[in-house]
């Protein structure tokens, strides 16, 4: 199970890289190719080698022939010269014999290199052609794989039959023929291994501008670009087109949307703020009444509206905000609004960036700030940290702890709902840690309550980030 697991995860891993899939595709078939080539050349060669084998055992064998007959006392005689020396080397594999076939020519005559037999098939298992030539493999003296051209012919006036045999070393010319072969399979080798790497290059190559347009994309992730740009290869270019066309077309949606909230919030203002005056003015607890519930009206407007805002920008490319520049104009404003108490504010390097807006990031902090300064005894503090890496999207934390009272753990999850308060006697409307939650959820962050070290409430805001 273990090692079908990994071959299926190596494969998947492998198929999922477009140059992996050109590079091995291309490859096979260059191997593929240069086997048959190797394989046509080693036979051709192969071919040609044994006919040009047979053809001077045939002249060697004719020349034996037209060397060789019989004398007035009928015997054979005759010296044939071949001018090839491995005839005089003994057990060489190359020999040449007449053999008399009728008792009356005498005994046979031998090459210097022949020293034993060489048996011969009989007739009906290897006949002879029309030329009464015939032509066998057999083991010579030394061992050797041999073969054989034999003719029977007429020597003498009386009819005598004699039989003449040429073997030649087939051993021999299979060890050229396997050196040759060899000798192509190396060469076509270092051939396809440098054609496979000059495609690898090649391919590698043709897939550069592919790597620009992620490093772009990367580019306009980052904030630090809007758009694709460069030059792109034209089966590149019309891609580079459409992604700019998709930001521009969601750049008009983002803007509209913006717009339409804008504009939303704009007609209700003048309303509301109408409905809140008349409350007062009719005063008593008609009109507390009246102005509370106007009140709560805007309160519960303004949250839907910062939360349609943040849906609308969540997955936007271009919105990011440095951190520690926003918690610094949020701790400057908590610090005058509440002098007497000790803030402790230990922010964050200039290179973190939260992957959103601005107002987003204050709005969180704002509302857990507030809710902190609001029960906290003495003490504040706030810090950042970054969680151990995952393999999500890169995240960042702010922890903001009071010395107050606290949460008990079963009431946490009730302080995040929209309008829950725990304690009456707070001012407030109970929206600002249910709004925390949402904009949070957004982001696809994360947002929970513990007790801190100080006494008092731990709140832990998990968002997004990005490379400055």
């Known amino acids: 199970m273990l090692r079908s697991g990994t071959a299926s995860f190596l494969w998947s891993f492998l198929t999922r890289s477009l140059a992996v899939r050109v590079i091995a595709f291309s490859s096979f078939w260059a191997i593929i190719a240069l086997v048959v080539i190797a394989t046509i050349i080693s036979a051709l060669f192969r071919q040609v080698s044994q006919r040009g084998f047979d053809s001077v055992l045939l002249a060697h064998l004719n020349n034996v022939i037209g060397s060789v007959g019989a004398s007035d006392n009928r015997r054979l005689q005759g010296n044939p010269n071949l001018d090839d020396l491995r005839y005089l080397q003994p057990n060489s594999g190359w020999y040449w014999s007449v053999e008399p076939v009728t008792n009356d020519l005498g005994p046979a005559l031998r090459s210097a290199s022949l020293t034993g037999n060489v048996p011969a098939p009989s007739t009906r298992e290897v006949p002879f052609n029309d030329f009464f030539q015939r032509n066998y493999i057999a083991v010579g003296p030394g061992g050797h794989q041999i073969e054989v051209f034999e003719a029977e012919l007429v020597v003498g006036d009386q009819g005598q039959v004699?039989?003449?045999?040429?073997?030649?070393?087939?051993?021999?010319?299979?060890?050229?023929?396997?050196?040759?072969?060899?000798?192509?399979?190396?060469?076509?080798?270092?051939?396809?291994?440098?054609?496979?790497?000059?495609?690898?290059?090649?391919?590698?190559?043709?897939?550069?501008?592919?790597?620009?347009?992620?490093?772009?994309?990367?580019?306009?992730?980052?904030?630090?670009?809007?758009?694709?740009?460069?030059?792109?290869?034209?089966?590149?270019?019309?891609?580079?087109?459409?992604?700019?066309?998709?930001?521009?077309?969601?750049?008009?949606i983002i803007e509209r949307s913006r717009k339409q909230v804008g504009n939303l919030a704009h007609s209700l203002k003048t309303p509301l703020a109408v409905v809140m005056n008349e409350g007062r003015a009719v005063g008593g607890e008609r009109g507390a009444l009246i102005t509370a519930q106007a009140l709560a009206l805007q309160q519960q407007l303004d949250h839907y509206l910062q939360r349609a805002r943040a849906a609308a920008q969540r997955d936007t490319l271009v919105f990011r905000t440095p951190v520690r520049a926003a918690l610094e104009r949020m701790v400057r404003v908590m610090t005058k609004l509440n002098p007497a108490i000790e803030f402790d504010a230990r922010l964050p390097g200039v290179d973190l960036i939260f992957a959103g807006e601005r107002e987003d990031l204050e709005e969180i902090n704002g509302n857990l700030l507030e809710n902190a300064m609001k029960w906290a005894r003495t003490r504040v503090v706030l810090h950042t940290e970054l969680p151990s890496a995952s393999k999500g999207p890169r995240m960042f934390r702010i922890i903001i702890e009071d010395d107050g009272p606290g949460i008990p753990e079963e009431q946490a999850l009730e302080a995040v709902k929209r309008g829950r308060r725990l304690d009456e006697t707070k001012p407030g409307t109970g929206l600002g840690l249910a709004i925390v939650t949402d904009l949070v959820e957004e982001y696809g962050g994360a947002f929970f309550l513990e007790r801190s070290s100080l006494g008092g409430l731990k709140a832990v805001v998990e968002l997004p980030r990005v490379e400055a």
């Open 162 to 252: 004699a039989r003449f045999r040429v073997m030649g070393n087939r051993s021999e010319l299979e060890d050229e023929i396997g050196q040759f072969i060899r000798q192509v399979y190396g060469y076509l080798a270092m051939f396809g291994a440098g054609m496979i790497a000059i495609n690898v290059f090649a391919i590698l190559y043709g897939l550069r501008p592919l790597n620009r347009v992620q490093q772009a994309l990367a580019d306009i992730r980052a904030g630090t670009a809007r758009r694709l740009e460069g030059s792109f290869p034209r089966e590149i270019a019309a891609l580079a087109d459409e992604t700019n066309a998709l930001i521009d077309n969601n750049r008009r």
